[in-house]
């Protein structure tokens, strides 16, 4: 049996060795070697607590991510993704350098590094500072038409950020965005914060304690409208109101649209119980206007004024020959029989009794339709509308008689003064500004 094994022992392991030989020939050929470049391979960092937890940040100058060149045989090679390389640092190796050695490991043993670039991860070390900053906003779009913004109301209105004291450094705005666009009520939403430097740019590896902060904006409604002031009850005897004003006669109101279409005029109303002088007073709009709407931009107090003026008397005598006559019938004279002087009375303000004159009272009588005889006629006068007659309307007796054939036709007599009856229009009323 043993020479069976022994027998030609030289052939059998020549022939063994040849046979190895063409199997790694054959291998050689169907799976040769060969490298691949897989770039961009995340670096992932173990206990970086050891540096963190000194309270720490780590700036990452170079190595973030690696470039690597595998080599082996080429259906292992073909076969693997980056995501099947792993490249690795550890902290506790960190050099003096703030350096560290980028691994790079595989599931295939058979697999080896040819080249790693960069062969070693950079960083810097920087103490971590947190700061609570104020929010500010900006607003995009505008609201509609006779509508304003008021100052919104953002909660929280403070957050707390953090990170390498040199990136917090650049924060120079904690900003949030609110849309208000064509907005006609209040608007009340979500806006994200955004950590900006002094260019605009957002600042990033800063934490912020809050995204998302929610926000109201107060939406308002502008109109204009005038001022009417309103008198409640009466002067004192022998006092006259001539006058008012006041001061804006409009403004603008601002408020929630409800209530502001609802007004369409402020009235103010001002006592005139116990007055007898001129009132000059300021009005708190504040008493007058309804809740939730008050004046834009000004003060709600106005001015207002009142002219008061004492009521006094005059008195006017109308001679016969003041007398115009209108429409005396053709063919007829006409005469006066009562020859006294017409003493009548006014009362109103000394500015308007001073216009009154016996030519501006224009005192005349209309005989239109009468027929012979004696007749009682209502004297018509012509006065300012804010004087008051105080005297009854005053009448004279005439007298019309029939002309006789050949006699010329007289106007009045008792020098009562000449006009031609046709061209007088007859007048009712007598007011006048």
Do not use: C
């Not at 970086?48 to 973030?64: A, C, L, M, V």
């Not at 917090?168 to 904690?174: F, M, R």
């Not at 308002?220 to 009850?233: A, C, D, S």
């Not at 016996?358 to 018509?380: F, W």
């Amino acid at each position: 049996m043993g020479n069976v094994f022994t027998k030609n022992i030289g052939w059998k392991i020549a022939s063994i060795v040849i046979a190895f030989f063409i199997w790694f020939a054959i291998v050689r050929v169907e799976d040769p070697y060969m490298t691949k470049e897989f770039k961009n391979i995340p670096v992932k960092v173990l206990n970086e607590t050891i540096i963190t937890s000194k309270n720490q940040y780590i700036n990452f100058i170079e190595g973030e991510s690696v470039d690597v060149t595998l080599g082996g045989n080429r259906r292992t090679i073909e076969s693997l993704k980056n995501d099947d390389i792993r490249a690795t640092v550890d902290m506790q190796y960190l050099s003096f350098t703030d350096t560290l050695v980028i691994e790079i490991d595989t599931d295939y043993d058979s697999v080896k590094v040819v080249r790693k670039k960069p062969y070693n991860m950079r960083i810097s070390r920087e103490n971590v500072k947190a700061e609570i900053r104020s929010i500010v906003y900006e607003f995009v779009g505008s609201p509609k038409e006779s509508y304003i913004h008021l100052d919104p109301i953002i909660t929280p209105n403070k957050i707390e950020i953090e990170g390498p004291e040199s990136k917090v450094k650049q924060v120079t705005k904690v900003l949030v965005t609110l849309g208000i666009d064509g907005a006609t009520s209040d608007v009340i939403s979500v806006g994200k914060v955004r950590l900006l430097d002094d260019d605009g740019n957002v600042v990033d590896n800063v934490e912020k304690r809050n995204d998302e902060v929610k926000y109201q904006v107060p939406i308002r409604k502008l109109k204009e409208v005038n001022l009417i002031v309103k008198t409640t009850g009466t002067l004192p005897p022998g006092y006259k109101l001539v006058g008012t004003e006041v001061i804006p006669n409009k403004i603008t109101l601002i408020g929630t649209e409800k209530e502001i279409d609802k007004i369409n005029n402020v009235t103010i109303d001002i006592p005139l119980n116990n007055v007898n002088a001129d009132v000059n007073k300021e009005i708190d709009l504040s008493n007058v206007l309804p809740e939730g709407v008050s004046r834009y931009q000004d003060s709600n107090i106005v001015n207002v004024k009142l002219k008061i003026n004492k009521v006094q008397e005059k008195e006017v005598a109308i001679l016969t020959h003041d007398i115009s006559i209108e429409r005396l019938p053709e063919n007829y004279n006409v005469s006066i029989v009562n020859t006294e002087d017409i003493k009548i009375k006014f009362s109103g303000i000394q500015e308007d009794l001073a216009k009154i004159s016996i030519a501006s009272l224009n005192p005349k009588i209309n005989l239109n339709n009468l027929e012979e005889g004696r007749h009682e006629v209502a004297l018509t006068l012509t006065y300012p509308r804010n004087v008051e007659l105080i005297t009854e309307i005053p009448k004279v007796i005439i007298e019309l008689t029939k002309q006789e054939p050949g006699d010329v036709t007289e106007t009045l007599q008792n020098s009562a003064g000449n006009q031609n009856p046709q061209d007088n229009v007859g007048e009712t009323l007598l007011d006048e500004e």
